[in-house]
């Protein structure tokens, strides 16, 4: 058990910076997900995390030695990998039993830690067996034994559930979490994948282009984004995002559409500004949630729909932009007709168009 | 902290072994080689020269004016063997990997009975020591009379190559789809066609590489040419180094220009092939 | 999957001939091997049971049975041969993988310049096997020779050493052209198997805690097996290419210290001219090579298996 501090930890390929001076504390026991697409720097700071990679500059401290400069072996972390990485060549008992074996344990105790692991992930009756006789999901546990049998102060997950179908992907994030309140141990895991990311992380880092972009808990990130790329990142379908331009104590839209500032904003007059809204938050008039305090109205015609049963997601044009929008109570809605719309201004967001920073006070 | 740093003294001490380490391999490798070329250029006073002299004081191409002079020092016809050397390795190696394609594309493509049977015999026939099928070989060919001819070498050194030519080709099929011959062949492709325009050029590289080292193979072979060639007519380069030598002496220098002139086309085509040539031999060999 | 049935590119041929097309494919290559290979190792099977000699061709006819191989099996000086061949096969195949891993290993931790180290590495691979016994017949000479003038020069040794008319030296010299000439067999198809090693595998040992030794103990070298195997096996396969060199070199001597069966055979065959006990040596040096290469195809099969590559 032990915490993660980064310090201004930096990584260099030559004269190509990937991470940029990042810093992140992570609690003892504490479940953090590192997010963000592809080429954002998350693999390679675990990757420096686990000593796979060097350091280029800061520091980087598990419990409250400064690792460093030491060899993964001396770290004592586990690690999951996206290829599950099993030694082909070993039996299941054997891959289990691999780090143990190393650190010259006796075989009593090795066969016990093996035995109580599979026990755990319904290991058991492939104990004998090769890797290369396992299915994709079978071979995911196995990679998650090998780190359970460890013991290890700090488990590392690098994208461990990409090469799942979708439907084991939701089983195995089950038994993850499952995993993780059973162990309490603290865990750094990294996907590109949003939904991971909500429904696992205590905290969650979202990433892009070797910087953090915002650190919180996921409703935090959900409902108080501090960027418009975390905005649209995080939450599926991603948050409307429509350029608008302050005027007369409103928000503008290109087509002259006017709504009031979204309560809790802080903006100039005449300002350009980016106005956010998720599809949740922008219902037509008798299929939407009881009204809040701060409601505008707006008429879109819609072009297409898509019915996922309790709900239908409408894709409506405004300001000559795409719009997603929600129908509760669903009925057939034709291409062309024309609705009213509800938005709720209480949980829509402006950011600066520039800088795209959050105007939230 | 001091872990840290023995970690980093060590890390460094590696690098220092590293280098070491690669530098004395390299050495061995490259210094037989050097010393050959070197001694070319050397007059034989020099080479003979005792106690030895390590800077050159003179280099002269003597003994390359001798070698291409006709029959100049020591009378070695060296053009002729160079034009028996290519003509024996080039048709033999075209054969060779026409032979091989054949082969290889059925090993590829082709389900069998007794196919690993097949292949195992036909490698086997690779492993027949060049002296052991000498003297059967020779026997027969002097029956027949083709002895002495570049009739009899090309058919002696296609029959050495096939089995390897198969083995690289076979290996270079597998890694073509086939699903793209498939495909083109529901584009209206025949299946030779389908061969022809779309299988064949994707695996070139790997045929060609199947090619030169099947030249490599008929350019450097001795034991079976020391016993199938015995004249001018159709003596080959590697046998033509014999010639330097006599009962007692041995023209150092003359030998050392000639082993140059059989090096430097070896070394261009391997230089050009060696990519291919370790994926071919991996590639057929593990993934099998 | 393909039927013999489907009709194949210049298919009138084919049909009329009604032969699988795999075996139309692979027919040039049976014939040739047939009558290039197959025909003459009969022949001289026939003629190992007979007194053939090259001078007196009616002497083929001459049937006397097994007596050949019952000579051999006698002959002090064969058996003799057999053993130093198998002997000199086993230390240099085992050296030459060893300092081909070695340098594999080397090479590959190299960040600057691998293809050029590579194309070096690849460098004795050219030599035509007669010319590195004729190199390093003139690098061994104990007059005008490298070796010899190297340790005057430096005063290691004030005396000439016959490294190639002492028995042991002329083995060891012999050694030394036999495992230049071929690590780099060995040094290339490991380099191309450390190339291949999926990287998740070695990532994950050191997180479990190996040293780098026991990540190449457990893991790297389970790996590389295969590739090794592969090597052995071509090796294997043309093992008898030593003959040309040792030819040149030695040519068995000084007094059969160096004879290896190859040089025996040709010998017997060529300046005896007793072709039907050349022969029947031959047939049990072909055996030989046999084995080594089915030994190992074997050894790569199971590699293969262990590491889940199927076949």
Redesign the interface.
Known sequence: MAQVHLRSVVKKYGGLQVVHAINLDIADGEFVVLVGPSGCGKSTTLRMIAGLEDISGGEVLIGDRVVNDLPPRERNLAMVFQNYALYPHMSVRENLGFSLKIAKRSQSEIDRAVDDAAEILSLTPLLDRKPGQLSGGQRQRVAMGRAIVRHPDVFLFDEPLSNLDAKLRTQMRVEIKKLHQRLKSTIVYVTHDQVEAMTLADRIVIMRDGHIEQIGTPLEVFERPNTTFVATFIGSPPMNMLPARVGGGRVVLTDGTAFDIPPGHKVEEGQDVIFGARADNIMPVGHSLPATEHVAEVKMSVQLTEPLGTETLLFAQLAGQEVQAKMLNPRPVASGEVLTFQINLDKCHLFDAETGASLRV | MTTDRTHRNRKRALRIAHFIGLFIAMSIICIPGLWIVLNSFRPTVEIMAKPPVWIPNELNLDHYRAMFGGNGQGGVPVLTYFRNSMVISVTSTIIALLVGMGGGYAFARYRFKGKAALFVGLMATRAVPGVALSLPLFILFARIGIIDTHFGMILAYVAMNVPFTVWLIDGFFRQVPRELAEAAEIDGCTRWQAFWRVEFPVARAGIASAGIFAFLTSWNEYALASQLTRSVYSKTMPVGLLDFTSEFTLNWGGMCALAVLMIIPALILTFLVQKHLIAGLTFGGVKG | ??T?S?????GLLMTRLKL??????????IL??M???????L??LY?SFTSYRLTRPDSITNWIGTFNYEKAAKDENFWAAFGRTVLFLTIALNLEML?GL??AL??S??TKGQRL???????????????VG???K??FND??G?VN?AL??LGLSSTAIPWLVDGKLALFSIAFAEI?MST?VFG??I???LY?I?Q??L?????????SW?SFR??TL??LM??IY?AM??R??????A??MVQIMTNGGPARRTELL?TL??RT??VDAK?GY??AM??I??FL??F???YF?KK??SA?A??????
């Open positions: 999957m393909v013999p489907i009709d194949l590119p210049n699988p097309p795999w075996l139309v494919l692979l027919l040039p290559a040739i091997l009558a290039v290979v197959l025909i003459p190792l022949l001289s003629s300092f070695g340098l080397m090479v931790k190299v180290l590579r194309t070096v590495m690849m460098f004795p691979m050219m030599f035509s096997p007669i010319l004729f190199q390093f003139f690098i007059n005008v490298l003038n005057q020069s230049w780099s290339i198809l380099l191309a198997g291949a999926p998740d595998p990532e994950a040992a050191k997180v479990d805690g190996c040293t026991q457990f893991v389970p790996f295969p590739f592969i096996a071509i294997s396969l043309d093992v008898a290419r003959y040309d190859w055979i040709g065959g060529y072709m050349a022969n031959g047939y040096s072909i090579a046999i080594f290469t089915v195809f790569l099969t293969r262990e590491l889940g590559m199927g076949g």
